[in-house]
């Protein structure tokens, strides 16, 4: 089955410093790739994501990329907020049943 | 609110009894996804049911079992339960299978096994 392996598992980062986040997965046939935010004691929201005919995409201050033939796919956060502190999870899935498989998630503190 | 809705918030029980966690998705969506969340873990895929029938499976245990009513709402029970079987589970909803599109996470049921 897929592998989602994510790094790195804790990251601080100065307020207004950029963070990244990166995860590698093992199945070529996964074709969605979505990134959620988790708040402590909340549930996971899906901040975006990024289908596997599109190698980049951004939303405000939000970007993601994906390398198909490497099989990774990555996280930029810029200009980094307090607000921005929580768990991230990346994950991969394949389009046709939604299987999902997580990444273990990365824990991020903004230091203000 | 992502308007899919979890029953109970907390669920509190004893090692081997059995408990049904209750999920009811946002309007419209077909699909409804089961995760695990153990203490400092990842979102463990359960299980996946389309329109009541099941879809996908993940690493659910033979102890636990689903299913997805007429209604749409879906149910996840959960028997002989374990110390280590105490965790949030969250129900996730999205449209449609077979799309790429969103899942909408329930607020969840948090477990604890005494």
């Known amino acids: 089955g897929e592998n989602v392996e994510q790094h790195p598992s804790t990251l601080s980062v100065q307020e207004g410093d950029s963070a990244v986040i990166k995860c590698t997965y093992s199945d070529s046939a996964s074709n969605y790739f979505p990134w959620y935010k988790q708040e402590l004691g909340k549930r996971p929201q899906l901040i975006i994501d990024i289908r596997s005919n599109v190698g980049e995409k951004k939303d405000q201050r939000i970007a993601v990329t994906l390398n198909k033939t490497a099989k990774h796919f990555s996280l930029h956060i810029t200009e980094t907020q307090p607000e921005d502190s929580a768990v991230y999870f990346c994950a991969a899935a394949i389009g046709g049943y939604q299987k999902v498989t997580f990444g273990t998630g990365t824990k991020l503190q903004v230091i203000p | 609110d992502s308007g899919v809705t979890q029953t109970p918030k907390h669920l509190i029980t004893a090692t081997g009894q059995r408990v049904t966690l209750r999920c009811s998705p946002r309007?419209?969506?077909?699909?409804v996804y089961w995760y695990q969340q153990s203490l400092d873990q990842g979102l463990q895929f359960l299980i996946q049911y389309y329109n009541g029938e099941e879809r996908a499976k993940g690493n659910i245990l033979e102890r636990f079992s689903a299913q997805q009513f007429p209604d749409l709402h879906s149910e996840l029970n959960l028997s002989s339960l374990e110390l280590g079987d105490s965790a949030l589970y969250f129900c996730?909803?999205?449209?449609?299978?077979?799309?790429?599109?969103?899942?909408?996470f329930g607020p969840g049921t948090r477990l604890t096994v005494l």
């Open positions: 996730a909803s999205s449209v449609r299978q077979g799309e790429l599109n969103e899942q909408f």
């Open positions: 309007s419209g969506d077909l699909s």
